[in-house]
């Protein structure tokens, strides 16, 4: 549980999976629920680019922050919070694999931990993960998880972030809309900040305006921890700004991503400056925050970089 918690906290950027498809052309004329999903799945998981990296850049770095329920969260209690690097190759040169995802650990006791994700074109072929631990200067392999498992302190599944596919949900156009409201942050007491979270942004109003797909999306899995989930994706760039998920007619989460341009000639190639999520019934929530000044596109990497070797040379800094 623990090295799943690990990865799961790191691996949240620039992860994608095993998908028949690469990235869909830029559509054309009047689109379907199915359609716009396909293109939100190209945009969130990095299909639209060679390669991707989030890189310190000086005193910049990408940061996690977790915090405890409502009622296990006393006055100044810190929320969890690692820092991270991560690299992500979505084209492959070997044709057996989909795409291969690393991510490092920069701060905290977890400091130097290492994970290699490693997902196959075949899909019938579950994606690995290599996980290398500093102190006990091993490496770790971890089949791919369930959808469904969750992580200890986060409000985040597997599934939303990493395993589900366009085909896992039926995705019905409820309308076309303007996107009236900022987006929320995770708003820290002035005894819960830290060094690495004093600089977290604050709420974001510039998708105001905005054009969006009103898209609601019913999960074909039996008996799961959602019904349904309504999502507004902006018409020009397919980036999700708001998804809030319903079980019984109840709304049960909220996520919210600042979605940022990365200044490419395809409008869709973006980055999610920030994720912000909560829980509603317990208020435990969680945000990433990535600075703009970490980011490179298409960096002249062989596809051997992303390895269990880099992982140990990366956790011996």
Request: one cysteine or more; a positive charge; hydrophobic letters at 35%.
């Amino acid at each position: 549980m623990i090295i799943r918690t690990l990865c799961a906290s790191i691996l949240l950027l620039f992860i994608s999976h095993a998908w028949a498809l690469k990235a869909p052309p830029y559509p054309q004329g009047e689109l379907n629920g199915q359609q716009i999903a396909e293109q939100v799945y190209a945009v969130s998981h990095g299909l639209l680019v060679r390669n991707a990296e989030s890189k310190q850049h000086g005193k910049e770095v990408a940061v996690l922050v977790n915090r405890a329920p409502l009622e296990r969260r006393k006055n100044g209690r810190r929320p969890i919070v690692n820092t991270f690097e991560t690299y992500g190759n979505s084209h492959p040169r070997n044709p057996e694999l989909d795409s291969m995802q690393m991510a490092i650990i920069k701060s905290g006791k977890a400091k130097g931990t290492g994970i290699l994700f490693v997902s196959y074109t075949n899909q019938e072929k579950s994606g690995i993960m290599s996980v290398w631990l500093p102190a006990l200067r091993k490496i770790r392999r971890i089949n791919e998880p369930s959808y469904e498992d969750t992580w200890v302190g986060t409000n985040l599944t597997y599934g939303e972030l990493v395993l589900r596919k366009p085909e896992d949900e039926v995705h019905e156009l409820l309308r076309k809309d303007i996107f009236q409201d900022c987006l929320p942050v995770m708003t820290l007491g002035p005894k819960e900040v830290s060094r690495y979270t004093r600089k977290l942004p604050t709420s974001q109003c510039g998708h105001k305006d905005k054009a969006v797909y009103v898209v609601k999306s019913t999960t074909k899995f039996k008996n799961w921890w959602y019904d349904y989930h309504i999502s507004e994706i902006d018409t020009r760039t397919f980036a999700i700004y708001r998804t809030v998920y319903y079980k019984a007619g109840k709304k049960i989460k909220t996520i919210v991503i600042d979605w940022q341009s990365l200044d490419q000639e395809d409008p869709r190639i973006q980055y999610p400056r920030y994720i912000y999520a909560i829980t509603h019934d317990s208020g435990v929530d969680s945000m990433v925050y990535v600075p703009r000044s970490t980011i490179q596109l298409n960096q002249d990497l062989p596809d051997e970089f992303w390895s269990e070797a880099t992982l140990k040379k990366f956790g011996k800094r």
